[in-house]
């Protein structure tokens, strides 16, 4: 009987460590899902001191109530974080009020918001800018 189960078990065995070598390259290739490099590196605060662990994470607002995770820990609008009090609590930042002054944390510290005007010109597939007009088409 021991001998009817030994081709098996060395085939298994085989294709165990040929799984085994294939797997190995796959370890080696980078994650297509991981976010760039920039976006998980450390960031320094813009005025060059050390932000003592606030970090804004997330903003949570609803009709009737505010709220930030900052550092790890969900802190509502009146609510205390590392000797600083949540005061105001908008889409893209928060201010802390404290012994230390105020402080506002922003939820993407390197991104500055730009306003765009409208333009009226309407772009042309030949290159030329053409005007709209009042019925929606442009004038050439």
Do not use: W
């Amino acid at each position: 009987m021991a001998h009817a189960l030994m081709p098996s078990c060395l085939a298994f065995c085989a294709a165990l460590a040929v799984a085994g070598a294939m797997a190995a390259p796959a370890e080696m290739l980078p994650d297509p899902t991981r976010p760039p490099a920039m976006l998980l590196a450390p960031t320094v605060p813009a005025d060059g001191e050390s932000d003592g662990g606030l970090v804004l994470q997330s903003v949570l607002i609803a009709p009737h109530h505010r709220a930030a995770v900052i550092g790890g820990n969900l802190v509502q609008q009146g609510g205390r974080v590392r000797g600083y009090t949540l005061t105001q609590v908008t889409e893209t930042e928060v201010t802390l009020a404290g012994a230390g002054g105020r402080r506002t944390l922003k939820l993407f510290p390197g991104i500055q918001k730009k306003l765009v005007q409208a333009s009226s010109e309407v772009p042309d597939p030949r290159g030329r800018s053409r005007e709209a007009s009042s019925t929606g088409r442009s004038k050439p």
